[in-house]
């Protein structure tokens, strides 16, 4: 599995928007499920799945953050953690 993410925001909203793909066919994974969990306590923040396409868009707030993707027939993947923030 691939994570790929940027964040977004508009005032005092956050995001994080990605594509999940296979990688060794390069393919979008549908529907795998995303959850943002905050780097300090390891609480669940929020959650999505993944479209058609792989995609996924998940408001966050700012913070330090890192994804649990699952999908079936994939082994579970932690991202790296990663910070959204305003600049």
Do not use: C, H, M, W
């Amino acid at each position: 599995l691939v994570l790929l993410y940027s964040s977004l925001f508009a005032q005092n909203k956050a995001s994080v928007k990605g594509k999940i793909v296979d990688n060794q066919a390069n393919t979008p994974l549908s529907y795998a499920s995303v959850r943002i969990f905050k780097v300090a306590d390891n609480k669940l923040v929020t959650g999505n799945i993944t479209d058609d396409a792989g995609s996924f868009t998940i408001e966050t707030g700012f913070g330090e953050f890192y994804a649990l993707i699952e999908f079936i027939g994939y082994k579970n993947f932690k991202s790296e953690p990663f910070t959204v923030s305003r600049e």
